[in-house]
T-cell receptor, first 118, second 115 residues
Framework: GAVVSQHPSRVICKSGTSVKIECRSL??????MFWYRQFPKQSLMLMAT?????????EQGVEKDKFLINHASLTLSTLTVTSAHPEDSSFYIC??????????????FGEGSRLTVL | GQQLNQSPQSMFIQEGEDVSMNCTSS?????WLWYKQDPGEGPVLLIA?????ELTSNGRLTAQFGITRKDSFLNISASIPSDVGIYFC???????????????FGQGTILTVHP
């Protein structure tokens, strides 16, 4: 089946630095990808919708200048956490919509990326 | 905005027992989805429901899309140790269009199965 891969799976950085997380659709093209954040023992909260070739749409309360999203190709979206602080430490998960033959569209999730900001 | 209330928050059961969890919403969804998440991993789709009243099974799992479109339940029969994990319901407003795939998640149900 379709696979979505995230990299890195774990990252530790110092406060004030920027971190980039990649989300790739490995065997299908994804015009739309979604970025979620999940704090420990909590649910997934949608941060933004990433559209290939256009600006991302951010959910209310998510700072677009802090969480930069780039969807430069049909198989890659990146999330950059700029000037990261300890409160940004979280599990970041992407999902991608696949338009497969004979299918109305199916959603696949990546494995997640755990960010720890010291 | 959309909110999903999922219950129970956690369950501790013996292997072989049946499990039931449900989600309710303050408003209508067009699609209900049930996911399982293992620690440190992304959610994996278990069952997708697309029509009000739909009852769908996947092995030992059965889920239903409420007739009002505001609720859904998931049943797991004859639980086994590998059923351990966090189960999330998720609702989606649109069946198509650019917002397809934009999900609202419930708070999750932590399932523990004792051998």
């Amino acid at each position: 089946g379709a696979v979505v891969s995230q990299h890195p799976s774990r990252v530790i950085c110092k406060s004030g630095t920027s971190v980039k997380i990649e989300c790739r659709s490995l065997d299908f093209q994804a015009t739309t990808m979604f970025w979620y954040r999940q704090f420990p023992k909590q649910s997934l909260m949608l941060m933004a919708t990433s559209n290939e070739g256009s600006k991302a749409t951010y959910e209310q309360g998510v700072e677009k200048d802090k969480f930069l999203i780039n969807h430069a190709s049909l198989t890659l979206s990146t999330l950059t956490v700029t000037s990261a602080h300890p409160e940004d430490s979280s599990f970041y998960i992407c999902s991608a919509r696949a338009l497969l033959a004979g299918n109305t569209g199916e959603l696949f999730f990546g494995e997640g990326s755990r960010l720890t900001v010291l | 905005g959309q909110q999903l209330n999922q219950s129970p928050q956690s369950m501790f059961i013996q292997e072989g027992e049946d499990v039931s969890m449900n989600c309710t919403s303050s408003s209508i969804f067009n699609t209900w989805l049930w996911y399982k998440q293992d620690p440190g991993e992304g959610p994996v789709l278990l069952i997708a429901l697309y029509k009000a009243g739909e009852l769908t099974s996947n092995g030992r799992l059965t889920a239903q899309f409420g007739i009002t479109r505001k609720d859904s339940f998931l049943n797991i029969s004859a639980s086994i140790p590998s059923d351990v994990g966090i189960y999330f319901c998720a609702g989606q407003l649109r069946a198509g269009g650019t917002s397809y795939g934009k999900l609202t998640f419930g708070q999750g149900t932590i399932l523990t199965v004792h051998p």
